[in-house]
Every structure is written in C-alpha cells, then in structure tokens.
C-alpha cells in the first residue's frame, strides 16, 4: 500500500466549478500534513498547510481528519490558472524527531476548462 | 531574495556513468532535502542534509549519495548510472532543527540514454 494516495485523476471540470480533491495516508505517526501544486514541468509549490481544525485561503478550503486519516482540498469557483496537478504531502520525522521528510502521493492533475 | 537554485537545469548521461548536481538553498535556510520525480509520479524522498550531516534517507540504494557544505549548499552524486534514474531532480531547502515547511528549487531534468 502506498504511504499516501490521492484520486487518479485527471479531473476535466468547466470555469466557476467546485472541485474536491481526496487524499489518504498509512502511517498514522504523520506530523503535519500539506497541499502542494505543480505545474507543468515546473516545481512543486506550496499551496496550503492542513489543520484539523480546517482551513482556509481565499477559493482553498482544506481538512483534515486523523483518525481516518483523510485530508481533502476544496476549490471553489474554480479558474483557468488553477489548472495544474495537486500533490497531497504528509511529513515524518526521524527517531531523533528531526527533520521533515515530505512524503508525496501520486498527484491529482486538474484541468479547468473555459 | 533568492530562492532555492540549482545546477545544470538539464543533463544528458549514458548507462554507467556518474553524475553531480548542485543546490544552493534559500537564504537563511540551513537544510537541504533531495527528491527524485518520475514522469507521472509524486517526488520520492533520496536524503535531507542538516548541518552537513545526512539526517534522514529514503529508500534509495547507495549509488546516491550527497554532501553539504558550511555555507549550507549541498551536492547530489550518482554513481554508476541507470536508464532508470531518468527523473526531475529536485531540492529543497527549510530552516531549524524541525524542517517541515520546504522550498523547492525548479529542478534538474537528467535523462540517462
């Protein structure tokens, strides 16, 4: 099983559309919990932390839930330059609790079209 | 400021040979993380460097191996070289001693033929 996954994708959806975007973890250790975009042939850049509490940036709306070990991303009126792939990331430390190991799904790749 | 660099932005080697690629982090960063990205697949962790030690490593065999210097820029070396280690390599840089929110710098494509 792999230590995140994300929907397959890709998500084809019209300007102005909601979009959800699901993602799971195994390991139940994770430390912190984040959403990632990607675009073509570029970087990945962050997008948002995620918080149990939820939260929230603009048309971004993001959860958490650890005892499912879930996180979603929620893109409301969604926009022709949001078109990229989102990649879910969980964090793990080492035995010493050190460092941050990001540890990525597979990414979900959206296209939004006009 | 500058963000998170490296070098060369792309690189063509062939089976069996080595190959050496360069990050400078972010300034005021002090930790650098490398990632391997297949095409079509999310990064895979290789190793983070802090304080020029190698403080965590992914599952990556030790044809990998990597360097941090004391202005804090850091090396990734691969040996021996495989069609399989055609990728996006990426680095990223973080501060203190818990380095959880990461930079990534825009990556060296390496294709082995």
């Known amino acids: 099983r792999k230590e995140v996954e994300q929907d397959p994708g890709p998500f084809n959806v019209p300007e102005g559309a909601t979009v959800a975007f699901n993602c799971t973890y195994s390991?139940?250790?994770?430390?912190?919990f984040f959403w990632y975009r990607q675009d073509c042939r570029k970087e990945p850049k962050l997008l948002m932390s995620?918080?149990?509490s939820g939260n929230e940036d603009g048309r971004f709306t993001a959860q958490l839930n650890r005892a499912s070990q879930y996180i979603s991303l929620l893109i409301r009126d969604s926009k022709l330059s949001d078109s990229a792939t989102y990649l879910c990331?969980?964090?793990?430390?080492?035995?010493?609790?050190?460092?941050?190991?990001?540890?990525f799904g597979q990414g979900t790749e959206l296209s939004v079209k006009p | 400021d500058a963000g998170v660099t490296q070098s060369p932005t792309h690189l063509i080697k062939t089976r069996g040979q080595q190959v050496t690629l360069r990050c400078s982090p972010k300034?005021?960063?002090?930790?650098v993380s490398w990632y391997q990205q297949a095409l079509g697949q999310g990064p895979q962790f290789i190793f983070q460097?802090?304080?020029?030690?190698?403080?965590q490593r992914g599952n990556f065999p030790d044809r990998f191996s990597g360097h941090q210097f004391p202005n804090y820029s850091s090396e990734l070396n691969v040996n021996a070289l495989l069609l399989g280690d055609s990728a996006l390599y990426l680095c990223?840089?973080?501060?203190?001693?818990?380095?959880?929110?990461?930079?990534f710098g825009p990556g060296t494509r390496l294709l082995v033929l």
């Open positions: 460097y802090y304080e020029e030690e190698e403080r």
């Open positions: 990331v969980v964090t793990l430390r080492n035995f010493y609790n050190q460092g941050g190991k990001l540890i």
């Open positions: 300034s005021g960063h002090d930790t």
């Open positions: 990223a840089s973080s501060t203190g001693y818990v380095q959880e929110t990461q930079y």
């Open positions: 995620v918080y149990s």
């Open positions: 390991n139940s250790a994770s430390q912190s």
